[in-house]
């Protein structure tokens, strides 16, 4: 199955560097267990990486 993301806009894009992404909190929350790979931080931001397919998954 292939699925496809439609946006209305993209606020940025940038370039991402290993040493910049870690593991999530062990201490989050259940719902959102599954859904969250790896956080990104940047300065005083966290970004999340979300997997796009559980968040897709018609059985999760």
């Given at each position: 199955m292939s699925v496809g993301i439609i946006v209305?806009?993209?606020a940025d894009v940038e370039d991402i560097h290993s040493h910049d992404?870690?593991?999530?909190?062990?201490?989050?929350?259940?719902?959102?267990?599954?859904f969250?790979?790896?956080?990104?931080?940047?300065?005083d931001d966290v970004k999340l990486i979300l997997d796009v397919a559980k968040l897709l998954?018609?059985?999760g």
């Open positions: 209305d806009s993209v992404i870690s593991a999530t909190p062990e201490n989050r929350s259940v719902n959102t267990n599954s969250i790979q790896y956080m990104i931080r940047s300065g998954d018609d059985e």
